[in-house]
């Protein structure tokens, strides 16, 4: 500053200009407009977003199985291989374990698809085992933990893919073996019944409803 004035370098010398308020500066048309810019520019971000979400839901393999595996209209179940020789044999039925899941997990399934070959569903019984749960005051066994371990797989035939699979399913049912407790005490050829039951019911549903 010398004297009253400002110096303002410019390219060509020196401007001197008086001294008073800041001019005012104009702000340009692309500023003035840019909250509808933006809005414009959230609401294009959160449409995108929402769009690769849907597609990784899609990815991922949750979406429904009516529409899904709608070209599958038939299943093939073959036998089912037991390794744990604790649940080879139904004394109360007097039949082999493998035959009587094969036979329910086909009556299941069925109910959703015929004997065919579009899909194929095999089970593998892997570990059978029984586990004290809960004791009561005296020490005495109240609850006893029953569990299978398996593996399946689920192939769409007719596209040659693997549906789903698992190598480490672990069906659990827990039952009471005293009376008098929130549950009827069962024997374990009564609980392994259900087990086997609730493992039939829990694959028709992660693999032919719910997928």
């Given at each position: 500053m010398v004297g009253n004035m400002h110096i303002k370098r410019i390219n060509r010398g020196t401007e001197r200009l008086p001294l008073g308020p800041e001019p005012l500066k104009l702000i340009p048309t692309k500023w003035?407009?840019?909250?509808?810019?933006?809005?414009?520019t959230v609401l294009t971000l959160l449409t995108l977003c929402s769009l690769a979400a849907l597609s990784l839901i899609v990815g991922c393999g949750y979406v429904s199985t009516s529409s899904y595996l709608e070209h599958i209209e038939s299943i093939r179940i073959p036998p089912v291989e037991i390794q744990d020789t604790d649940i080879l044999y139904d004394e109360t039925a007097q039949r082999p374990y493998d035959e009587i899941i094969q036979e329910k997990l086909t009556e299941?399934?069925?109910?959703?698809?015929?004997d065919g070959n579009d899909s194929q569903l095999t089970l593998k019984i892997l570990d059978y085992t029984l586990r004290e749960q809960e004791y009561g005051p005296n020490g005495q066994v109240e609850m006893v933990r029953m569990s299978l371990q398996v593996e399946y797989?689920?192939?769409?035939?007719?596209?040659?893919?693997?549906?789903?699979?698992?190598?480490?399913?672990?069906?659990?049912?827990?039952?009471?073996?005293?009376?008098?407790?929130?549950?009827?005490?069962?024997?374990?050829?009564?609980?392994?019944?259900?087990?086997?039951?609730?493992?039939?019911e829990d694959l028709y549903t992660q693999l032919a409803e719910q997928w």
């Open positions: 003035r407009r840019a909250p509808l810019y933006r809005g414009f299941r399934f069925n109910r959703k698809w015929q797989e689920f192939l769409d035939r007719v596209r040659d893919a693997i549906i789903a699979e698992s190598n480490n399913h672990v069906q659990i049912h827990d039952f009471y073996v005293v009376p008098n407790r929130a549950e009827p005490p069962e024997t374990e050829e009564q609980a392994r019944k259900r087990l086997i039951d609730e493992l039939i």
